[in-house]
Nanobody, 115 residues
């Protein structure tokens, strides 16, 4: 059974930081492209960043220079470091594992940026 379990969300003031984690089980983690998506209130889910099995990264323009994605294959974990947070970053953040046409999703973790 495949599971992706996110953690690290919460309430933070503008300009603050958070670190999200996603632990995967039931897959050969190192083979998967791992990504973070988010769904702001009342909007569609959007890609935030992904990291390939080879370690290449890609970011949405809105988060470049502020967010950093990384992975630890030994721990089956992908991270998203969120810095300089803005109210517009408020969303449910979802972890994604993708291999070809296979997609797995976590349950999401809420990030709220508010003073």
């Amino acid at each position: 059974q495949v599971q992706l379990v996110e953690s690290g969300g919460g309430l933070v003031q503008p300009g603050g930081s958070l670190r999200l984690s996603c632990v995967a089980s039931g897959i050969i983690f190192s083979r998967y492209r791992m990504g973070w998506y988010r769904q702001p209130p009342g909007k569609q889910r959007e890609l935030v960043a992904f990291i390939t099995s080879g370690g290449s990264t890609n970011y949405a323009d809105s988060v470049k220079g502020r967010f950093t994605i990384s992975r630890d294959n030994a721990k089956n974990t992908v991270f998203l470091q969120l810095n300089a947070l803005e109210p517009e970053d408020t969303a449910v953040y979802y972890c994604n594992a993708r291999l070809g046409y296979i997609d797995f999703w976590g349950q999401g973790t809420q990030v709220t940026v508010s003073s």
